[in-house]
């Protein structure tokens, strides 16, 4: 079956810009994370939906990063006014969500941001 | 909170040689463990993992880990690798899962391993 897609894969923007990255989760998986991956900094968790509400968004560094989901499925995280330092892989993972039992985590390709 | 600390950044290791990486964490309370491995230009995917039971883990691809308590180690191991194990490994802890479901994974910086031919 598929798993979790991404797009686009890379991104290239200029400082200053709005971007838009896309994460489809897996069929029937109604958890959804993104994650941001930077050279030597491992990975930093931005934020978790459950269905369409995020009831973390505790690591969105500042409020120029955003995210929905729509449908319980496709969501976008979005940077606005992006810069330098904001350059990195976007992951997203999903999972089935299940309460009280151990969810595993399936993550996308994502996303390599790079802004000039 | 959990935290996660990976020892080496990299590992250089020659082919059919054993290798083992290090990972300590951090939490007050239980935590499931695991290793990720993520291949160049990929995403990541879950080698093993430790939710309870048996303190040595199995996973794909002859890796194997052993669960130590004590310790808040969960160190990763394989007795001969490949040209082909060459990847950045990742160790990851979480919380035993809220009661919604939510799995937050708190993980380490990984470490390089570069197999040499």
């Known amino acids: 079956g598929a798993g979790v897609s991404q797009s686009p894969s890379n991104k290239v923007t200029e400082k200053g810009k709005d971007v838009e990255l896309r994460c489809d989760p897996i069929s029937g998986h109604t958890a959804l994370y993104w994650y941001r991956q930077s050279l030597g900094q491992g990975l930093e968790f931005l934020i978790y939906?459950?269905?369409?509400?995020?009831?973390?968004k505790s690591g969105l560094p500042s409020d120029r990063f955003s995210a929905e989901r729509t449908g319980g499925s496709v969501s976008t995280l979005t940077i606005q006014r992006t810069q330098q330092e904001d350059s990195a892989v976007y992951l997203c993972?999903?999972?089935?969500?299940?309460?009280?039992?151990?969810?595993?985590?399936?993550f996308g390709p994502g996303t390599r941001l790079t802004v000039l | 909170a959990q935290s996660v600390t990976q020892l080496d950044s990299q590992v250089p290791v020659f082919e059919e040689a054993p290798v083992e990486l290090r990972c300590n964490y951090s939490?007050?309370?239980?935590?499931?463990l695991f290793w990720y491995v993520q291949y160049p230009n990929q995403g990541l995917q879950l080698l093993l993992k430790?939710?309870?039971?048996?303190?040595l883990v199995k996973g794909i691809n002859g890796f194997e880990a052993e669960f130590n308590k004590s310790q808040t180690s969960f160190h990763l191991r394989k007795p001969s690798v490949h040209i082909s194990d060459t990847a950045e490994y990742f160790c990851a802890v979480s919380p035993f899962p809220l009661s919604g479901g939510y799995q937050k994974v708190t993980f380490g910086i990984g470490t390089k391993l570069q197999v040499i031919p």
């Open positions: 939490s007050s309370v239980s935590v499931y």
């Open positions: 430790y939710l309870s039971g048996s303190t």
């Open positions: 993972a999903s999972s089935l969500g299940k309460r009280a039992s151990y969810n595993e985590q399936f």
């Open positions: 939906f459950q269905g369409n509400s995020a009831p973390d």
